[in-house]
């Protein structure tokens, strides 16, 4: 019973409720007793003596015997119980059962019952748990218990809290790292940083900066006279502007902030205020079996990214499906330049100069550069447009870095953009017209 500090100083109250309840059987049986025993005033034909209504006697019988005995019975089986049981005062009673003993042996109950089913899990991989409709209800469960209220309950997150499901990750998105992240928490802190950047105006240009790096409307003069101002930035931001995930830095060339809309009035804030934001550690709470569910539960919401070894999945996995087959590449077919984009991004594959070779000798010849971009049909359809925007948007940006006027660039919307799902949905097309 004194595993929790008591309200009171001093086993005063004990003693008083205890003796007081004590007091009460007692009472209860003396009362009955003394009943028992008094003879009330009694006329010869065992009445009490008393008559109303001409002819109505009251008769002086003792209680039934059924109705003493069940009223013993009563007594002796609360005395009983508060011997047994917890219930006088702060006596625990001789059995030693407490709430919180019978809870945790339902709680062993109940995992040992669940051992099995978690079992089937543990050979699995995430992308095997996150097909496993069971696995995936349990990982339903135990994130709206334990993850919605931070994260809403589509796992889309709000200002301030990550949105799990977009691709953009500021810890990591392969199961590894959405594990380690899970088990071990997170803070991610940004210092204040107006003091390295300069005076207000610094600091707003600065900004304007770095929404160019985010391809969001900007003043390109302040722009350009801040971005030099961004080496303050670039220890932790990287000096391309696209994060280190190491120590949960943003890549805020991604146009999809956590805090704040893309606009200069929050990235000034940001650089002046800082932030510090905290996902607290659940290695204690779950069991690694529950993690490993969860962890798919997270990864498959829709922004996972293939791990680096892709765990326990047999070599000839489902071809090009959702995170299969994830690094970008770039092909050239016919004529047509054909980029591929790793799952959730929006980064061009290598070697993307060779490939455009032919498109820029062809508008050089006075032709359009045109860049189609393809939706990919699987997940939220919202964000795969936003997605299969910012790729064209790469596309283009890298055209014009080899030159090509922007006024040479038609950007078309394919006639059939939904190409359905995997590797294919997720390309960008440059042809020549
Ligand atoms: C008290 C609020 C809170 C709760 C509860 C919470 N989180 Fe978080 N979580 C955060 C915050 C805040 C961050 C961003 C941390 C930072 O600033 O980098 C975050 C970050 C994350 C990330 C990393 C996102 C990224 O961009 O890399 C994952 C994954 C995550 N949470 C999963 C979960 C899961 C799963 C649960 C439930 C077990 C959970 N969170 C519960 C607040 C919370
Ligand atoms: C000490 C490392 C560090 C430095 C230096 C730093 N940042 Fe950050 N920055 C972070 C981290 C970490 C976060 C994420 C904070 C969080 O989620 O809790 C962040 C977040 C941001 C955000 C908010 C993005 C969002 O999701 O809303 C902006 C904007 C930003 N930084 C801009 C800058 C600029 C501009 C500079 C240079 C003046 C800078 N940062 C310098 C670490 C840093």
Partial sequence: MNHFPSDF??????????????????????????SGKTQAMTAADNTTGHVWDGDLREMNNPLPRWWVGLFVITCVFSLAYLYLYPGLGSYGGSLGWTQ?????????????QMAPIYAAFASKSTEELTKDAQAMAIGDRLFMNNCAQCHGSDARGSTGFPNLTDGHWN????????????????TGVMTPMAAAVGGAD???????????????????????????????????????????????????TSGVFVHGPVIEAHIVNMINQGKTGVMPAWDAKFTPEQMKVLTAYVWGKGGGVAGATPAAAPAAAAPAAAAGNDAASVAVENGVVKFFFATGKADLASGADTALAEVIAGVKQGKKAIVSGYVDSSGNAAQNEELAKQRAFAVRDQLKALGVAEDSIELKKPENTDAGAGAQARRVEVSLG
């Fill in 9 to 34: 100083t001093s086993n005063f109250w004990s003693i008083f409720i205890a003796g007081a309840t004590l007091l009460g059987i007692l009472g209860c049986l003396a009362l009955l007793w003394i």
């Fill in 202 to 252: 610094d600091v707003r240009n600065l900004a304007h900066h770095v929404l160019s790096l985010a391809k969001a409307p900007h003043d390109s003069v302040r722009a350009n006279l801040g971005r030099d101002k961004f080496v303050a930035c670039a220890a932790c931001h990287g000096a391309d502007g696209k994060g280190n995930q190491a120590l949960g830095a943003p890549d805020l």
């Fill in 100 to 112: 919180s003993g019978q809870f945790e042996r339902e709680v062993s109950k109940g995992n040992e």
């Fill in 171 to 186: 810890w990591g998105g392969t199961p590894e790292q959405i594990h380690e992240t899970i088990a071990k928490g997170r």
